[in-house]
């Protein structure tokens, strides 16, 4: 280490801090765009560089045998994960990345307690406490969230009856409170810290287990929110700009997330947390007696025929698609139908997925370009002039109970209007009900056909069809 | 720093991130939340200050799992972020395959 005395005087460090947080901030700017997001993400990584540097070359660095051992162990998980993952598993890698963050957080404020005790003072214990139970929170209730898309654990609630679950949880934050009140308060005991530790941990056990599946891009969304907040609060712990800055715009991008699912899912974040929701059982299915609704079933020669007749057609993929891993097939499809002359957009629900933005994701993978990808606001109003709505895998977030049944469970979501379009088909497995178990009158519109089956393979047999056309 | 400076930067920095995320379209927004993986893999600093302030092999030892932790954040998080971002294509593509020239580390699957 050969450097000057200046370059490891604090003051001319805290500059290098500044540096780091503006190229964080520059790098999200890039994201605005797909086209520069790339360059953004590696604006951001120059500067997660540079306070890393800036860090080791401070006075009371030492101990570099562990440090790089850590630092080794880190590379070594962190880079095959990332490079094995496959795009459908990207909701886990999210949820388990969110854990480690707030994992790494709770060791953190543990061992500067364990080492300072009350001495920190309460400038510094209370955000440490706080950054406790807020990342021992994030990281249990991440590694849940994991559990359940990874399918190690079962994707439907899991939770006490009634309103005990809510009652429990409540009680288990109370009593992480009072122990870290106890705590700050001026009573040093290791004991207790691990007690909140532990509130926390079950607490965040409790909060994602009631979570069903259908509410998972919130959960994930939120636990990030929680994850960003504690990095700050251990950035006021260890006055560290830098973890403040960064911490507290994780936070916000978190929140705003949060925010957008709960909406695009109309439903308020209290409620999802509260839980039950997204594996049905609490909603009846409506309207399933008169049985004077037909539906129509269709076959893939028609479809055929009607996808290469057509101007515009509009696919509107759901998580089923990604689940029959048909989304190579489905842009094989639209590559027939585009030398056909026929115009094909995708419409991609806020919620489509496991995680914000999951669909456009797997499209990409699957080299469709990010310009044909409409979002809601955008494509709804062109479904009238739409010739045919083809729906992969989507159910719930198609369902015009949402704008005309008051008395529908998801009555006020906001949905695709593929209803209007001149003709839908929809491409289903069977006639069972969606995630939300509600029953979907778009099957029974006139307009309507269904082509029933594996959805990879009805696609692999219309794409023939539409090819020996 | 007192308290007062680091909750205003703090506020102020929630501030400029609610302003910037919030013009993100929801196409980019799976890259986005890996994206700021990465960056709240800034835990590692904390890590890396605290081993340095801490005595005991026991302390020692959680902090070397929390360096682990953060730069499990930080490289994993980058990489997976470009590697997403890296599908994201333009429709009229310029050349068939890789258009993209000086990309630092290029992987590809």
């Given at each position: 280490m050969v450097t000057g005395i200046f370059l490891r005087d604090p003051t001319f460090l805290d500059?290098?801090?500044i540096v780091a947080f503006s190229l964080f901030i520059i790098g999200l700017h890039f994201m605005t765009s797909p086209s520069t997001?790339?360059?953004?993400?590696?604006?951001?990584?120059?500067?997660?560089?540079?306070?890393?540097?800036?860090?080791?070359?401070?006075p009371g660095i030492h101990k570099w045998g562990l440090i790089v051992v850590g630092l080794a162990i880190g590379t070594a998980i962190g880079i095959p994960a990332a490079r094995s993952v496959k795009m459908t598993a990207m909701p886990q890698m999210v949820a388990l990345f969110n854990g480690v963050g707030g994992g790494a957080v709770a060791l953190i404020s543990w061992a500067?307690?364990?080492?300072?005790?009350?001495?920190?003072?309460?400038?510094?214990?209370?955000?440490?406490l706080f950054a406790?139970?807020?990342?021992?929170?994030?990281?249990?209730?991440?590694?849940?969230?994991?559990?359940?898309?990874?399918?190690?654990?079962?994707?439907?609630?899991?939770?006490?009856p009634g309103r005990l679950q809510s009652i429990a949880n409540a009680l288990l934050l109370l009593v992480a409170v009072v122990l870290a009140v106890i705590i700050a308060a001026g009573t040093h005991s290791?004991?207790?810290?691990?007690?909140?530790?532990?509130?926390?941990a079950v607490l965040g056990n409790a909060i994602v287990l009631p979570i069903g599946g259908a509410d998972m891009p919130v959960v994930i969304s939120l636990l990030n929110a929680f994850t960003g907040l504690s990095a700050a609060a251990a950035g006021i712990a260890l006055d560290n700009m830098a973890m403040i800055v960064a911490g507290a715009i994780v936070g916000a991008s978190g929140s705003i997330l949060t925010n957008l699912m709960a909406e695009a899912m109309n439903r308020s974040i209290p409620a999802i947390v509260a839980g039950g929701f997204g594996g049905g059982g609490t909603v009846a299915a409506t309207a399933e007696g008169d049985e004077d609704r037909t539906v129509r079933s269709t076959t893939a020669d028609d479809v055929a025929i009607q996808l290469s007749y057509a101007n515009h057609v509009v696919i509107v993929p759901g998580y089923g698609m990604a689940v029959a891993q048909a989304q190579h097939a489905v842009r094989e499809l639209t590559r027939e139908l585009e030398k056909k002359g026929v115009d094909v957009?995708?419409?991609?629900?806020?919620?489509?997925?496991?995680?914000?933005?999951?669909?456009?994701v797997l499209l990409a993978e699957a080299d469709v370009p990010y310009d044909q990808l409409k979002e809601m606001d955008d494509i709804n109003p062109q479904f009238p002039q739409t010739d045919v709505a083809l729906v992969i895998g989507a159910n719930d977030v198609t369902n015009p109970a949402a704008r005309e049944q008051a008395d529908?469970?998801?009555?006020?979501?906001?949905?695709?209007?593929?209803?209007?379009?001149?003709?839908?088909?929809?491409?289903?497995?069977?006639?069972n009900t969606g995630f939300a178990g509600i029953d979907n009158p778009l099957f029974y519109k006139e307009n309507t056909s269904m082509l029933f089956g594996d959805a990879k393979e009805s696609i692999q047999h219309v794409t023939e069809e539409v090819k020996n056309f | 720093m007192s308290l007062v400076t680091e909750i205003a930067i703090l506020v102020l920095a929630a501030f400029v991130g609610f302003e910037v995320i919030s013009k993100i379209p929801n196409t980019l927004h799976t890259p986005l939340m890996s994206g700021t993986n990465a960056i709240h893999g800034i835990v590692l600093l904390g890590g890396l200050i605290a081993i340095?302030?801490?005595?005991?092999?026991?302390?020692?030892?959680?902090?070397?799992?929390?360096?682990?932790?953060?730069?499990?954040?930080?490289?994993?998080?980058?990489?997976?972020?470009?590697?997403?971002?890296?599908m994201f294509k333009k429709r009229p593509a310029p050349t068939p395959t890789g258009e993209d020239g000086a990309g630092p580390p290029a992987k590809d699957d």
């Open positions: 500059y290098g801090y997001a790339r360059r953004g993400n590696w604006v951001a990584a120059v500067g997660m560089a540079i306070a890393v540097v800036d860090t080791l070359l401070r500067e307690y364990r080492h300072f005790g009350n001495s920190l003072g309460s400038k510094h214990l209370i955000p440490t406790a139970i807020i990342g021992s929170i994030s990281f249990w209730g991440s590694n849940i969230a994991f559990g359940k898309l990874q399918e190690i654990l079962p994707g439907r609630p899991i939770m006490l290791e004991g207790l810290f691990i007690l909140i530790l532990v509130a926390a957009a995708f419409a991609i629900h806020p919620v489509a997925g496991r995680m914000p933005g999951h669909m456009n529908s469970p998801i009555y006020g979501m906001p949905i695709l209007d593929v209803d209007k379009a001149h003709s839908v088909i929809v491409l289903k497995r069977s006639m | 340095g302030e801490v005595s005991g092999a026991f302390n020692d030892f959680i902090l070397v799992i929390a360096i682990a932790f953060g730069t499990i954040n930080v490289v994993g998080g980058f990489l997976v972020t470009d590697r997403m971002l890296h």
